[in-house]
């Protein structure tokens, strides 16, 4: 009698234990898929905001002409049109679109005066643009429609006669889109501390 209580106790304690065990397992599966949604939708909110705040800095930009950043750049820049704006995290910066011959171009902004030789390019660099076009989509996608011209981004990513240039004449550091089709230029000038 004592072993059959002892068998039916300890298989009691046995199904007790693993009714324990399957309870914690539920309860850290339901805890772990909570964290999980409650991460995810703290991500996603913080990105929401930060894409908001940049469209928000975008759109409360201001109008301003190329030669107020580039001073004395003479009468090779034609159809100009450029934005001042500034980031969320307080970085300053400039996006001009604009049409100019190459040849004349490039030799001016290389001899634009910097505030540190050590830090800047003597020359531009032709880049490959692949890594520009791939910064392009990923911020297209947060632009609300619109934003910009289609067209524009279409023929970034598309046309094989884009040409694409880096130079940093300190503190403005710029990268520039070049149509030799249509001479157009988008430029856009980073600000650095």
Same mark, same amino acid.
């Given at each position: 009698?004592? !072993? ?8 009691? %304690?046995?199904?007790?234990?693993? *009714? ?9 599966? &339901? ?5 999980? @949604? ?29 030669? @107020? ?14 934005? !001042?704006?500034?980031? =969320? ?16 171009? #490039? =030799?001016?902004?290389? %001899? @634009? ?6 830090? %800047?390019?003597? !020359? ?7 890594? #520009? ?5 990923? #911020?297209? *996608?947060?632009? =609300? ?5 289609? +067209? ?10 884009? &040409? ?6 300190? =503190? ?7 149509? +030799? ?11 650095? !501390?």
């Amino acid at each position: 009698m004592k !072993k059959s209580i002892l068998i039916v106790t300890s298989a009691l %304690s046995l199904l007790a234990c693993n *009714k324990i065990n399957e309870k914690i397992d539920q309860t850290v599966q &339901e805890t772990t898929e909570t964290v999980k @949604q409650k991460t995810q939708a703290a991500v996603e909110e913080r990105v929401k905001k930060t894409v908001n705040e940049s469209i928000k800095s975008l759109t409360n930009s201001e109008d301003i002409q190329f030669n @107020q950043v580039f001073p004395n750049s003479g009468g090779f820049i034609s159809a100009e049109s450029g934005k !001042k704006f500034v980031f =969320p995290n307080g970085t300053k910066g400039y996006i001009f679109k604009y049409k100019a011959d190459k040849a004349e171009l #490039i =030799p001016f902004l290389e %001899s @634009q005066p910097t505030t540190d030789e050590a830090r %800047s390019d003597k !020359k531009a660099r032709k880049v490959d643009g692949q890594n #520009i076009v791939d910064k392009i989509s990923f #911020i297209e *996608k947060f632009l =609300p429609e619109n934003t910009i011209d289609q +067209s524009i981004l279409d023929d970034i990513k598309n046309d094989e006669s884009i &040409e694409y240039y880096k130079l940093k004449r300190f =503190p403005n550091n710029s990268t520039i889109i070049y149509n +030799s089709k249509n001479r157009t230029v988008l430029q856009y000038v980073e600000v650095n !501390k």
